[in-house]
């Protein structure tokens, strides 16, 4: 019995140990945490107004300490670092066009440049959620996206003079989309590009299935003039016509004729690049690609990086005819 009690009081020592470097540990990362944003603070730039929507309340950041929070929130921060560089352009340029003070349209919600609602502007996380995402490759990570945003400070892309909408998505499919196809307005910067080397990306294939009821109730609750009918679908759907980019232009449902973009939004599907199979009691549509299609193709831009190009050579790529050049530079043209 005296045995066991020598044996604890042994063992208490090693258990204070252990907890104080548990504690040590956790002061260390929050240490980090800390220094990621000053070293983004530290870059001097203009500041913007952030509509943080989970929290329902606007703030004040720096533009780059912003980015980082964008760029972990829009790509996997295992990306090679000249993906990561070419998303901090296109992100800070996205920016831009937003921020009042440098007479872009601002997002407005709660008075703001730009909100955190990826369904609106950019998706940002916290440094705080971040580190808890990456886990045990939070430093790493950290000093990635640090690098990224440092290693492109001020630089935007430019067309004729002036920055561009820099959209961007996830996967194309193999080829992105003209933004005239897909938002009713062209424009000249943001045409179909070949974007090989994306089949490994995680959503770039996906097949739904739907029972005829799901698929009909769906179609006719929207457009009931398709009349569309459960035992006829084979007859009543069709593919019409396909864009260069492979995204379904027009398709027929019944009665009615609407856009693949249409019919995206309707089922919520990756991508307007689908397609049809009626077989049995089940449609099936298969998608390739996720996202809209229009700029920048975030899995294209990592295939491009593995291939050996850097940021510029991505984003004259996705990006036809741009600039990359200094926001200082800008402005004092401006």
């Keep these: 019995m005296g045995y066991g009690w020598k044996k604890q009081g042994r063992l208490a020592p090693l258990l204070l140990l252990c907890l104080l470097l548990c504690l040590l540990v956790a002061a260390l990362r929050g240490w980090r945490l800390s220094r990621a944003s000053e070293e983004a603070m530290d870059l001097e730039g203009p500041s913007l107004t952030v509509y943080l929507h989970k929290e329902a309340r606007t703030v004040e950041m720096d533009l780059d300490a912003y980015l980082y929070g964008v760029i972990g929130g829009e790509m996997p921060a295992s990306f090679p670092l000249e993906a990561l560089k070419a998303q901090a352009v296109a992100a800070r340029t996205y920016t831009v066009r937003r921020m009042k003070a440098l007479g872009g349209n601002p997002c407005g919600r709660g008075g703001a440049d730009i909100c955190t609602d990826s369904t609106c502007c950019q998706s940002y996380r916290t440094e705080a959620e971040l580190a808890d995402t990456w886990g045990d490759n939070a430093e790493a990570y950290q000093d990635k996206l640090l690098e990224a945003v440092s290693g492109t400070h001020g630089l935007i892309a430019l067309y004729d003079g002036e920055p561009i909408e820099a959209l961007y998505h996830s996967a194309a499919g193999g080829h992105t989309e003209d933004a005239q196809n897909v938002f009713s307005a062209a424009l000249p910067y943001l045409v179909g590009v070949d974007s090989p080397g994306e089949e490994d990306a995680a959503n770039y294939q996906q097949t739904r299935t739907f029972s005829r009821e799901e698929?009909?109730?769906?179609?006719?609750?929207?457009?009931?003039?398709?009349?569309?009918?459960?035992?006829?679908?084979?007859?009543?759907?069709?593919?019409?016509?396909?864009?260069?980019?492979?995204?379904?232009?027009?398709?027929?449902?019944?009665?009615?004729?609407?856009?693949?973009?249409?019919?995206?939004?309707?089922?919520?599907?990756?991508?307007?690049?689908?397609?049809?199979?009626?077989?049995?009691?089940?449609?099936?549509?298969?998608?390739?690609?996720?996202?809209?299609?229009?700029?920048?193709?975030?899995?294209?831009?990592?295939?491009?990086?593995?291939?050996?190009?850097?940021?510029?050579?991505?984003?004259?790529?996705?990006?036809?005819?741009?600039?990359?050049?200094?926001?200082?530079?800008?402005?004092?043209?401006?």
């Design 215 to 334: 698929f009909t109730e769906a179609v006719n609750g929207t457009y009931a003039k398709a009349k569309l009918s459960q035992s006829k679908l084979e007859e009543q759907v069709e593919v019409l016509s396909r864009y260069e980019s492979g995204q379904v232009a027009q398709l027929q449902l019944g009665n009615v004729t609407i856009s693949g973009r249409d019919l995206r939004k309707l089922l919520d599907l990756r991508s307007a690049n689908f397609q049809i199979d009626i077989s049995g009691e089940q449609v099936e549509i298969t998608t390739q690609g996720y996202g809209h299609g229009v700029g920048l193709s975030q899995y294209g831009a990592r295939a491009m990086a593995l291939e050996g190009a850097d940021f510029r050579e991505i984003l004259e790529h996705y990006y036809t005819g741009v600039t990359i050049a200094p926001l200082e530079e800008w402005e004092a043209e401006g």
